[in-house]
């Protein structure tokens, strides 16, 4: 077998790892079993914060930074996520028209970094955009704007539909493609930034009447965390003409490790397609008198690997990270709701996180395109496993557990690799037979 190793720790990040030979214990074996759903790849969010300091970098900075995403030696990153109008990593709030008949309808905003650092990612490789949207103009809410909920007036669901399409078309006329679009972001929180509320069943009608307007863009649904995700779901589904309207369910993880209804999801409606389109680290839930502290940590990463692992095992298809890039006090925000990204910036240099390289483990070696395999995973070990197209299978192994674990890899009946993974590591292998 050719062999390919590496682990990341707290001591060291993305390194060589070692095959073990002539193992005399062995503690925890991975089975690999039969292929699942297949993994539509992973990425990141061009909100305006990011674009805003990615544009002011030093030309050698930038050309880095596409490198660690968008590389194949980087993260290889060929998902991303768009906002219609502002959310709160804006650096102030905007909108594309004023008017309710949207003829001054402009994405002028957007032209000036978001739709250029869009483009730079493209130099690289195409990317699957999807769009949403955090709150319909203020004047068409019932509470008169953007920000604290409000629902979306029944006698302006066409008109913000016709807003949302605008803004579709307006990136295509710019060359940027958007091949899917949420109905709504989060539509069950009520925030202090733009939010706007919807029900399961008003989200079912506001999804029918977007692919009556945008027949060949992928629509999904809930946008909003996994714990509720299934009653949510069935709820849309109610409504007549959702299930031919729509392509799948999107997903976050604020939720305190809901990943198994992804599970209940999946039994449920397997024809429904799964995507995590939004995740970070939540610096003022983590330390509110100093989120300085809680940035860049190295448990950050292990949140990442950890569910991203698991969401894997259980039926999701990819991931859509939140900001691409912020700085070193996880903003810019406008309203001061500080997060972590995986690569964060001085304005001069750049600092990848732990997060950033527990993400690539998974990037690099569960493929876009790969089938994730069935893995009989043991208690305080997650492991996830793919058929990769280019013929490798890779394996990536978290041990949350015992100080260190010797693992036997079974790749079929016959064949086996065995290899170490120390507490609150994580190790992955490529493997070609």
């Known amino acids: 077998m050719n062999i390919k190793i590496y682990k990341t ?3 060291e990040c993305f390194v060589k790892g070692e095959i073990l030979t002539d193992s005399q214990t062995i503690d925890a074996v991975i089975r690999l079993g039969k292929p699942k759903q297949t993994i539509l790849g992973y990425g990141g969010a061009f909100t305006s914060s990011s674009a805003s300091l990615y544009s002011r ?20 990153y060929n998902l991303g996520r768009v906002t219609i109008g502002s959310c709160d990593f804006s650096t102030e709030m905007y909108d594309y028209a004023a008017k309710d008949d949207l003829s001054d309808f402009s994405i002028a905003h957007d032209k000036q970094e978001i739709i250029p650092m869009i483009k730079s990612a493209l130099k690289y490789q195409p990317l699957s955009l999807v769009a949403s949207c955090w709150s319909p103009l203020g004047q068409w809410k019932t509470n008169h704007q953007k920000a604290f909920g409000g629902k979306l007036a029944k006698n302006h669901y066409t008109s913000h539909v016709n807003y949302m399409a605008r803004f579709i078309e307006a990136y295509r006329a710019e060359g940027v493609d958007i091949e899917s679009i949420t109905v709504q972001n989060e539509p069950a929180a009520t925030q202090i930034w733009e939010s706007c509320l919807f029900s ?4 079912g009608e506001m999804a029918v009447l977007l692919h009556q307007r945008l027949p060949e863009t992928k629509i999904y649904i809930w946008d909003h965390n996994r714990d509720v995700m299934n009653e949510r779901v069935n709820a849309s589904l109610l409504v007549k003409g959702v299930s031919e309207a729509i392509y799948g369910v999107a997903y976050h993880w604020y939720d305190g490790n809901k990943n198994a209804e992804i599970a209940r999801l999946r039994e449920d409606h397997p024809d429904l397609h799964i995507l995590f389109t939004e995740g970070c680290i939540e610096l003022l839930n983590l330390n509110r008198d100093n989120p300085s502290l809680a940035i860049g940590t190295f448990q950050n990463g292990v949140r990442y690997a950890k569910n991203y692992l698991l969401d894997l095992n259980y039926g999701s298809e990819g991931f859509i990270d939140w900001n691409l890039l912020l700085d070193m006090g996880g903003g810019p925000n406008h309203v001061g709701n500080y997060c972590e990204a995986p690569i964060l910036t001085d304005g001069i240099s750049l600092f990848p996180t732990y997060s950033y390289y527990f993400i690539k483990h998974i990037s690099s070696f569960l493929k876009k395109g790969g089938r994730v395999l ?12 793919a058929n990769n197209r280019d013929g490798s299978v890779g394996v990536v192994a978290l041990n949350l557990g015992q100080d260190k674990t010797i ?12 290899f170490k993974v120390e507490r609150n590591e994580v190790v992955s292998l490529e493997i070609r037979i």
Request: charged share 35%; no cysteine; proline share 2%.
């Open 9 to 11: 720790n707290e001591r």
């Open 57 to 76: 970098l030093p030309e050698k900075a930038k050309e880095e930074f596409l490198r660690l995403y968008f590389s194949s030696d980087g993260l290889g």
């Open 200 to 203: 399961a069943e008003e989200e």
């Open 374 to 385: 069935e893995v009989d995973n043991q208690s305080n070990l997650i492991a996830a496993a």
């Open 407 to 418: 693992i036997r890899a079974y790749i079929n009946n016959s064949d086996f690799v065995d």
